[in-house]
């Protein structure tokens, strides 16, 4: 497995005036590409990106008996509409309702939740912050190393978990499903009295070859809006540039 450092792909960002890290692993080529090497080493919050070993988690305890699981809204408003009713497993992942996994997270607790990222070895495993902000406001870190290196082996079968738990997962993180090419993925922003981190990751799958990816953005605290548009759009042109998604996608 060789690396290769993509200087083009860093001009796409400076071009939009972000910072930031692109890291797309070619499995089938042998190669991992990198933009902007020293950020896609260093640690950041995963935000909702966690979502998806929250969920496998869920899963593998039991707290998420299968896909048709539901949880009741409470009624508090918050500043996202789609947030502000019943969500069941699925709708839950594709408006990132924070709520709802706040609730899976506390019903898995922190002796369960340390041990199956202990077993994961995800990120640096610190659940510090409370069970259910950890990965927000926390000590949780991951780099976009170890993002892709999961999604990696969330699609390999490699993760010490069920089959169906990860099949489970695949299915509610599709994003677009074409005859071309399918592509997954979870978002995530973080936002603190400094700086915003805005995530894309995931993985695509075009014809016998599959990509995995992870794009970090970040900005200052007022970037959120900006930022938010820009995960993908900057993660497709990357995604294009090296050949994972259609020139016309």
Request: with cysteine.
């Amino acid at each position: 497995m060789r690396t290769e450092v993509d200087e083009g792909g860093a001009a796409l960002l400076r071009a939009e005036g972000v910072d930031g890290a692109f890291v797309l692993l070619d499995a089938a080529r042998g190669v991992t590409h990198v933009v902007n090497p020293d950020r896609a080493a260093a640690g950041y919050m995963p935000a909702s990106t966690f979502k998806i070993p929250n969920t496998i988690i869920g899963l593998e305890t039991g707290v998420i008996p299968d896909e048709r699981f539901s949880l009741r809204w409470n009624g508090v408003k918050r500043s996202i509409p789609d947030w502000n009713r019943d969500h069941d497993l699925a709708s839950a992942m594709k408006h990132s309702v924070f709520w709802f996994y706040q609730e899976v997270a506390r019903r898995i607790g922190p002796e369960r939740m340390k041990a199956h990222l202990d077993a994961f070895g995800y990120g640096n495993r610190d659940i510090s912050g409370g069970i259910d902000w950890f990965w927000l406001t926390g000590g949780l870190r991951i780099t976009p190393h170890e993002q892709v290196d999961f999604q990696r082996r969330l699609h390999a079968g490699a993760l010490p978990c069920s089959p169906r738990s990860l099949d489970i997962v695949k299915r509610i993180i599709v994003l677009e499903q074409t005859p071309a090419y399918t592509l997954r993925g979870k978002t995530g922003l973080a936002v603190d009295e400094r700086t915003t981190t805005g995530w894309l990751v995931g993985s695509v799958e075009r014809g016998a070859d599959t990509y995995f990816y992870a794009t970090v953005l970040l900005g200052k605290d007022s970037d959120s809006k900006r930022l938010m548009p820009l995960r993908r759009s900057l993660t497709r042109a990357l995604l294009q540039r090296h050949g994972a998604l259609p020139g016309d996608a």
